[in-house]
């Protein structure tokens, strides 16, 4: 057989499509000329091998060779009917033995001829072929080309495939009817190093991102990547963000990132992390693994940083708000603080632009239980029946945080007097104004920032239906204002 047809075997790995037709124009055109013109059977069997890697390039082999431990292998050996046009061969048996235990990408063969591999054994077991005419009658099945994908093991031991064919009558040159090859397995030589990036220090609570870096700094791949974190404490289960592939084990601390099949020299590869600051140091440490290899430098696999649990400045324990007459009265407990200089008490009519109107003196850093109150003489006498207020607590170095928002609510009238129903209003409700004197009153329906959603013109001493399917679900402020006073509703729509 001539050489240029050779190459186009190796075209089952990729596409049996093509060494359907490859197989058939080089059969035709590559031999006829080549053989002899007695009228014979004439049995060849080819070996052949192609090493595949995942970026689409590849090296083949037809004779001993060696390839990368857990690279893709495609050992694509065929046995074509050599013989002249009037010659073809009958009960035609193939056998081929592998090694047993090796893991199969892909196995196939053409025209719906059945192949399997038994791992146990080795054998690949092919169904015979009835008949398989010349390569000279240009009929495709005058070879039967088989492809089987498996992955290079990692161990030391050489890979040896041999294969036989056999006929009836039998074959006058049974020279090639048998074939063999042996693959040595070879350790790519990388160089994985692992690094980290991630704070130095966070706030209890604080979300923490961690970034694990794998780069490959050797001359050569490395196969089957696997880059892997522990984290010390251990998070709780469902509080670690995750990369898409990437599992985290709650009960050993461990995020396994997804393997990279193969990592080229100067490739980088992230994988990155994040989850709630636990109240202690936290220690990350990373590590990266492959298949055997030569590492250059085995020690740079590991990394690991250390992250300083910062406590809060201040562990606000309670914070209340109540009208006592015509003033706002705030009482607050911390649990601790932490360099806690002062409160500054902020005050609002619309819950949206806040004043300072009050402070008080923090205690610096204390374990201990602290009370505080103050009195915001007369709010209530500024009329506004709903009254907002938060704390701005402010470190020593002037780092600022807010406490959540607290409403008091005055009434300068009789809630008695005004009715609000249904409440929770489906779609419509009904303001009963009956008990107020008749006169104009001003109707505003707030959002609970304060945001005007709605605005009326209504007469006392009379009942009006208002619409509130406009608006979304949640609560809401009505505020009434006329000639009686003021007074706020609370409405929730359903």
Known sequence: MKESFIPQLALFGCSGQRLFVALTVG??????????????????????????????????????????????????????????????????????????????????????????????????????????PSSFTNDPQSGDPIGIEFYMPSGNAPLTFTGSVSSFPADPTPGDNSGTLTIYPYSPTADLRTTLAGPTSATVGQTV?????????????????????????????????????????????????????????????????????????????????????????????????????????????????????????LSWTTASELDNDRFEIERSFDAHSFERVGSERGQGSSTRPTDYRFTDAGAGRQGYPLVYYRLRQVDGDGQASWSPVRVVKFTSLSKATVGLYPNPAPGRTTLDLTGLPAGAYQVRIL????????????????????????????????????????????????
């Open 27 to 132: 059969l035709l055109l590559n031999l006829a000329l080549s053989l002899p013109a007695v009228a014979q059977q004439n049995l060849t069997m080819f070996f052949r091998a192609q090493i595949v890697y995942p970026n689409g390039s590849s090296t083949y082999i037809s004779s001993d060779g060696s390839a990368y431990r857990c690279s893709v292998v495609n050992f694509v050996p065929v046995v074509v009917n050599n013989g002249t046009p009037s010659s073809p061969a009958y009960n035609v048996t193939i056998s081929y033995q592998m090694p047993p235990g090796l893991i199969i990408k892909s196995i196939g063969r053409l025209y719906g001829r059945s192949i399997s591999y038994n791992p146990t054994t080795g054998v690949v077991t092919l169904s015979p072929i009835s008949v398989m």
């Open 209 to 329: 991102t961690y970034t694990h870096t794998t780069t490959n700094n050797g001359p050569e791949p490395a196969f089957n990547v696997q880059p892997t974190l522990t984290l010390t404490p251990r998070p709780a289960a469902g509080t670690v963000t995750l990369p898409t592939g990437a599992t985290y084990d709650a009960a050993t601390g461990v995020v396994v990132f997804p393997s990279t099949q193969q990592q080229n020299p100067s490739g980088v590869v992230n994988n990155t992390i994040s989850f709630p600051m636990p109240n202690a140091p936290l220690t990350v440490t990373g590590t990266v693994g492959s298949c055997d290899r030569t590492d250059l430098n085995a020690l740079n696999n590991n990394a690991a940083t250390t992250t300083t649990a910062q406590p809060l400045p201040v562990e606000l324990a309670r914070f209340e708000a109540t009208a006592q007459g015509g003033d706002a009265v």
């Open 447 to 494: 959002d609970l920032t304060g945001r005007e959603v709605g605005m009326y013109e209504l007469e006392g001493a009379g009942k009006h239906s208002l619409s509130v399917e406009g608006l979304l679900p949640g609560a809401y402020v009505v505020r009434v204002v006329g000639p009686a006073g003021n007074l706020a509703l609370s409405l929730v729509r359903d």
